[in-house]
Nanobody
């Protein structure tokens, strides 16, 4: 399984950015999908995850109401729409996949990371 993430960049606070992640090498609907982020020197933290069907989605308190996770099972893609970005959202964002990601946050595969920088 490979996860290819893209869409990061530099934006001003208050603006929006959309991340995408494509899964290849296996059947997409077998996997719960999600996003985590990491600031250098800190632990990787949970951002959002969704079930295999997309019916259930969880968000970290810090992003709830601003970020929206969606998956398109026809395109093997999961997206993270990030609105009202804040400087504290600056991090490297990692796409994640796992068959038990939704129920037990078990990540089987990580994407390569895409950098998001929010300037004040």
């Amino acid at each position: 399984v490979q996860l290819q993430a893209f869409g990061g960049g530099l934006v001003q606070a208050g603006k929006s950015l959309k991340l995408s992640c494509v899964l290849s090498g296996d059947t997409f609907i077998r996997y719960g999908m999600g996003w985590y982020r990491q600031v250098p020197g800190k632990e990787r933290e949970f951002v959002s995850r969704t079930s295999q069907t997309g019916d259930y989605r969880y968000y970290a308190d810090s992003v709830r109401g601003r970020f929206t996770l969606a998956r398109d099972n026809a395109k093997n893609t999961v997206t993270l729409q990030m609105n009202s970005l804040k400087p504290e959202d600056t991090a490297i964002y990692y796409c994640a996949a796992g068959r038990a990601l939704m129920s037990r946050q078990i990540v089987e595969y990580w994407g390569q990371g895409t950098e998001v920088t929010v300037s004040s």
